[in-house]
Every structure is written in structure tokens, then in C-alpha cells.
């Protein structure tokens, strides 16, 4: 499986961006998938995750009610549309894909088997 991220960009606070999480290689209709993101000097670190029918959706206390994480496995990729944006938001983001199948999602960074390479998200203020 390669997971490809995109949609990230340079945003005032305030404002939105969709990121994409485009699978290929195989389906990822039946993984969990979740997004993280690493700021520099910081750890990578949880920020949404989803299950393979959208009926569980987990968040990081910080961005919930900002971020939401939706996913169309017809076209095999995941989304993270973010609104509200802060600065404390930049960072590269990461989606990454859990091969257990119809499993449930996790915070966890060790519970993905696949990753993608990022994409870099600015928020300025």
C-alpha cells in the first residue's frame, strides 16, 4: 500500500484546509486510517483517526469540534478538512493505514503498518 498526502499549504488563522490521503497498491476500504502530524522539534503526534465504515471516529482534544475526518473508500482515500485554524496547528501531517482489517482505529503511532510522506501545513497569524 502507498498512501499519498496532499492539500496542505500556507493559511492565515481562522482559516480551512482539506487534506487528501490517496491510497494505491491496494484497497484500504477495510483499514482503519489516521492522521498525524509532527511540528518541528516535536514528537509525532495523534490527530484523528477513522474506521473502515466511518462509524468510529477518534480526535486529539485538541483539534475536536475543528477537524473532521471522513473517508470515501469507493475512491479509496481518506480526508481531514480542518477549520478554525491556529498557528499552533503547523506542522507536516501524515496519514497512515492500520492493515487489520475492519479493525477499530487507534491513537497509537505503533498501530499503523503503512505511511505516507507528509504534507506541510502553515498557519500563520
Known amino acids: 500500500v502507498q498512501l499519498q498526502a496532499s492539500g496542505g499549504g500556507l493559511v492565515q488563522a481562522g482559516g480551512s484546509l482539506r487534506l487528501s490521503c490517496a491510497a494505491s497498491?491496494?484497497?484500504?476500504?477495510?483499514?482503519?486510517v489516521g492522521w498525524f502530524r509532527q511540528a518541528p522539534g516535536k514528537e509525532r503526534e495523534f490527530v484523528a483517526a477513522?474506521?473502515?465504515?466511518?462509524?468510529?471516529?477518534l480526535y486529539a482534544e485538541s483539534v475536536e469540534g475543528r477537524f473532521t475526518i471522513s473517508r470515501d473508500n469507493a475512491a479509496n482515500a481518506v480526508y481531514l478538512q480542518m477549520n478554525s485554524l491556529k498557528p499552533e496547528d503547523t506542522a507536516v501531517y501524515y496519514c497512515?493505514?492500520?492493515?487489520?482489517?475492519?479493525?477499530?482505529?487507534?491513537?497509537?503511532?505503533?498501530?499503523?503498518?503503512?505511511w505516507g510522506q507528509g504534507t506541510q501545513v502553515t498557519v500563520s497569524s
Open positions: 497498491g491496494r484497497t484500504i476500504s477495510s483499514y482503519p
Open positions: 497512515a493505514a492500520d492493515e487489520a482489517r475492519w479493525g477499530i482505529p487507534t491513537r497509537e503511532y505503533g498501530g499503523y503498518d503503512y
Open positions: 477513522i474506521n473502515w465504515i466511518s462509524r468510529q471516529r
